[in-house]
């Protein structure tokens, strides 16, 4: 049920746009004092966000401003509801970033027209958010997007004086398998084995596209020897695998490095600690997993 949130400090006009946006399948929080009506919109995260232009102590653009200017509330969209004769803090309310606007006094059928509408624009872009944070080719978290993941991770860790630990996986001899069968069968390993590396983790973590062949998976309360175990298990389940793509059995091995955190860990050293491990899992010989603090 997609959640709106309504700022106007007319009792009658409230109650009439809840029932109205009840009627519609919505559900609403209300409020009429403007004052501290964005830190109550940025708790509430809603999908929607309609706001009387004509409050007393706050103005409705005011408090726009302050929406737009807030990191947790900035993308949520805004509707304005206005008097007729307002048509200069329209075109204010527009150049601070409102969606749109609903002339008082207002229909049924327009209200729940332009609601419909800013709730699907909303879909849209939070689609293409997640489009954009995610590899095109396996679906995990792509590069630029992992490294941020894994910084507000360690961070949440630190906080609360849990482990965390860093995987990194390569796939060994990856680019026989391009030579020999071609790049999209290369591309369905890929798939593959990035659909069999989410199933591994679970809730547990995070998984991540590092770049090529190359993953990485951070693991929430796992230390050292628990996060070798994970990634040991993870590479048999692979090494017994046969990929089966184009009538040609396709078989191969993965190396990975493991590095824990510790109280001076960011994202880079941690990375750089288990490519580290990774590095020396492929001079010993590959197809196998070494692990080593962060």
Known sequence: MKRIFVVDDSPLALAALSRLLGAEGYETTLRQHPKGAAEAIAEAAPDLVLLDVVMPGMSGIELLRALKAGPATADIPVIMVTALTEAQQVHEALESGAFDYIRKPYEAIEVAARVRSALRIREYQERLKELSRRDSLTGLLNHGTFIATLQRELDAAAAAGKSLSVAMIDLDHFKT???SYGHAAGDAVLAGISALLRDSVGQSGIAGRYGGEEFCVLLRG????????????????????????????????????????VASSDAGTLIAAADKALYAAKEQGRNRVEARGG
């Not at 994970?230 to 990975?256: K, N, P």
């Open 177 to 179: 398998v391009n030579d």
């Open 222 to 261: 796992f230390g050292l020897a628990m996060a070798k175990r994970h990634a040991e298990a993870f590479r048999t389940l692979v090494e017994e695998r046969s990929w089966d793509i184009g009538g040609a059995a396709i078989r191969i091995t993965l190396s990975a490095g493991i590095a824990e955190a």
